[in-house]
């Protein structure tokens, strides 16, 4: 088991930032990928990003490219998502996830998922 807790949502302007953070716990190891996903109220839950555990390699979504990034700390077992540049179209509930399959864009090839935390964009 793999437990996920996120925290670092809140409200933002248009333009501003906001750096997302999921603790892991549990049996971490037996993950490949880390992600990131959202879902807006009325829509589907959409990739965000993603990391591989090892070796490191990120993914990130056309939409959000260029303005957030993914990254972890392995002596924290946290993984972060930095936000740039928000939009209001960036308005969600985001949640991370973890998976022990290569399938690091689909949903549900995800094993574990946190709580969520709601990021709100205002223009």
């Known amino acids: 088991q793999v437990q996920l807790v996120e925290s670092g949502g809140g409200l933002v302007q248009a333009g501003g930032s906001l750096r997302l953070s999921c603790a892991a716990s549990?049996?971490?190891?037996?993950?490949?990928?880390m992600a990131w996903f959202r879902q807006a109220p009325g829509k589907e839950r959409e990739f965000v990003a993603a990391i591989r555990w090892s070796p490191t390699i990120t993914y990130c979504a056309d939409s959000v490219k260029g303005r957030f990034t993914i990254s972890r700390d392995n002596a924290k077992n946290t993984v972060y998502l930095q936000m740039n540049s928000l939009r209001p179209e960036d308005t969600a509930v985001y949640y991370c996830?973890?998976?022990?399959?290569?399938?690091?864009?689909?949903?549900?090839?995800?094993?574990?998922w946190g709580q969520g935390t709601q990021v709100t964009v205002s223009s």
């Open positions: 996830a973890a998976s022990h399959s290569y399938y690091y864009s689909s949903a549900t090839h995800y094993n574990y």
């Open positions: 549990g049996r971490t190891f037996s993950s490949i990928f």
